[in-house]
């Protein structure tokens, strides 16, 4: 698990992350959400060891990362998948981190096969797509076997299949028992994804609860009502001491009750419904609700700065790509850690 006490980061005279307290644990995929600038990824890079707490402690199984003989064992991670050495080929880069961490080179073709990328194993990863970057980053988090994983925007670059594929592999791992720390900005993906949610604004928690519990707790439920005889169904309404709101389209909204309440009541009145749907908000929605406050960056609404023309973007042109391969399915792999000591004893 991953364990956060009192975790405070500044630079110079800006607060990024606010005496972060929460604990990430196994057997599920816990999300982590928060707007853009809220000390999310400074939080992930702390637990790396990648920035020094300004105050407060982090540990991984109990235990620092320094402290870690051969970290990508213990935790794996996906913080910055264009952080390779454009030069070196897909395999080369995994070797690299193998071998520095006695990790045997017969894993590297294994976690290669799972990404989707053996067939483009000896290819430069300056070549490669936003895609397959990200392909190769989770190959590397998941290089060790770590029981404890972590991934930064996952999904970035991925086409439909990459991204059901990595949601696949993560619900997989939590599943295993592993734990899986994930950061997002796609609300809908997530809701797809996360069993936990933890969410911080400008530094500071806000959330630390169940994905159900969120929604509900940040959101509005009602059930909206559809009638040819919306005055007739007002005062049955109020007689039962409920009541509607139009909604702007000629339906009504109930709040305070539920479906069948409503549906029973319609009947027993003989009021004709064309629509009884209970309405819960989605954790996009609930997610704004609990953030608003916690924004730093607002962007104007159209015409605010140009008059409302698009101004177009020039992009540099693009260097030639190999194509994204279609995923491979594969297992985790066998018992390689023994193998992996042996190799470095020359054994």
């Keep these: 698990m991953i364990e956060l006490e009192g975790l405070t980061k500044r630079y110079g005279d800006t607060l ?11 057997g599920a995929v816990t999300g982590f959400l928060g707007p853009n600038g ?6 992930m890079r702390m637990v790396l060891g990648l920035d020094h707490p300004t105050a407060g402690d982090v540990r991984i199984d109990g235990m620092h990362y320094r402290e870690l003989h051969e970290p990508l064992t213990s935790i794996g991670a996906l913080l910055d998948a264009q952080a390779v050495h454009g030069g070196r080929s897909a395999y080369h880069h995994l070797l690299c981190l193998a071998q520095s961490n006695g990790i045997p080179r017969r894993r590297v073709s294994e976690v290669l096969d799972i990404v989707g990328l053996a067939s483009v194993a000896r290819k430069r990863a300056k070549g490669f797509s936003l895609g397959m970057g990200q392909r190769l980053g989770i190959a590397g988090a998941l290089l060790g076997d770590p029981r404890i994983l972590m991934f930064d925007e996952p999904v970035n670059g991925l086409d439909p299949e990459g991204i059901h594929w990595i949601r696949n592999v993560m619900k997989r791992l939590a599943a295993e028992g592993r734990t899986v720390f994930v950061s997002s900005h796609l609300m809908s993906e997530m809701a797809l994804t996360a069993d936990h949610l933890v969410v911080i604004g400008q530094g500071r928690l806000l959330a630390d609860t169940s994905m159900a519990d969120f929604i509900a707790e940040n959101s509005r439920s009602y059930v909206r009502l559809r009638t040819p005889e919306p005055e007739r169904l007002r005062d049955v309404l109020y007689a039962a001491g409920l009541s509607a709101v139009p909604d702007g389209d000629g339906a009504l909204e109930v709040d305070g009750t539920d479906a069948a309440r409503l549906g029973d009541l319609a009947a027993r009145h003989r009021v004709v419904l064309h629509e009884l749907s209970p309405q819960r908000a989605s954790l996009e929605e609930a997610f704004m609700r609990l953030t608003a406050e916690s924004v730093e960056y607002h962007a104007h609404s159209d015409g605010d700065n140009d008059g409302g023309h698009d101004v177009p973007v020039r992009t540099p ?7 994204e391969p279609a995923v491979q399915r594969a297992g985790w792999g066998a018992d390689w850690r023994e193998q992996g000591r042996n190799d470095r004893k020359g054994v």
Aim: proline share 8%; hydrophobic share 35%; net charge positive.
């Design 16 to 26: 990024a992350v606010d005496r972060l307290t929460f604990t990430v644990r196994p």
């Design 317 to 323: 042109a693009s260097r030639p790509r190999v194509q």
């Design 38 to 43: 809220a000390g999310k990824s400074t939080t």
